[in-house]
């Protein structure tokens, strides 16, 4: 089951066998049903949207997320100081935001989706959110050995008890 914001995609994709629909993070369509696993590859842990909306948007996701099952993301640290971008993370901090915060939309010659926030959050921001949440439990956080990416994997976990069921 897949899950898109645009339209366009989610056609392309019926067209070529995928069970998809119109829908956004966290504002998920009623009725998508209750997975094992949920994805959030190709550096969408960014569309957690900032640290404030975080918590919010994994509350989103563990309602489509049977208790004991996973989600499974990958992400990428927004770099050190030596980055090209240490300019701008220096200016989102300055704003008391967090460095990887960006505000972006996707556009392709004419066509242009909604600004929305999207964020690079570094390991370390992804395990402070993920402690301070109330029905996911990390797991595994693996960072790349050569380059600025990690994967991580959630546990969610029952509300009332916070242990996961298997």
């Known amino acids: 089951?897949?899950?898109d914001a645009s339209a366009g995609t989610v056609k392309v994709m019926r067209d070529r066998g995928v069970e998809n629909v119109v829908g956004s993070v966290p504002d998920m369509p009623p009725g998508l049903g209750e997975f094992d696993t949920?994805?959030?590859?190709?550096?969408?842990?960014?569309?957690?949207?900032?640290?404030?909306t975080a918590p919010r948007v994994l509350e989103a996701l563990a309602t489509v997320t049977r208790s004991g099952g996973r989600l499974i993301g990958t992400g990428t640290d927004p770099g050190g100081d030596d980055s090209v971008h240490a300019a701008y993370r220096a200016w989102n901090v300055g704003r008391g935001h967090s460095p990887g915060q960006?505000?972006?939309?996707?556009?392709?010659?004419?066509?242009?989706?909604?600004?929305?926030?999207?964020?690079?959050?570094t390991s370390e921001e992804i395990t402070e959110v993920i402690t301070d949440s109330t029905?996911?439990?990390?797991?595994?956080?693996?960072?790349?050995?050569?380059?600025?990416?990690y994967a991580v994997v959630l546990l969610r976990r029952d509300h009332?008890?916070?242990a996961g069921q298997s």
């Not at 949920?38 to 404030?52: A, D, E, M, P, Y």
């Not at 960006?102 to 959050?121: G, L």
């Open 1 to 3: 089951m897949g899950l």
């Open 38 to 52: 949920v994805t959030l590859f190709g550096n969408n842990v960014g569309l957690l949207g900032s640290l404030r």
């Open 102 to 121: 960006a505000r972006i939309r996707v556009r392709s010659a004419d066509i242009a989706t909604p600004w929305f926030d999207y964020w690079f959050p």
């Open 135 to 149: 029905c996911w439990a990390l797991e595994e956080l693996h960072r790349s050995p050569d380059g600025p990416g």
């Open 160 to 162: 009332q008890t916070g």
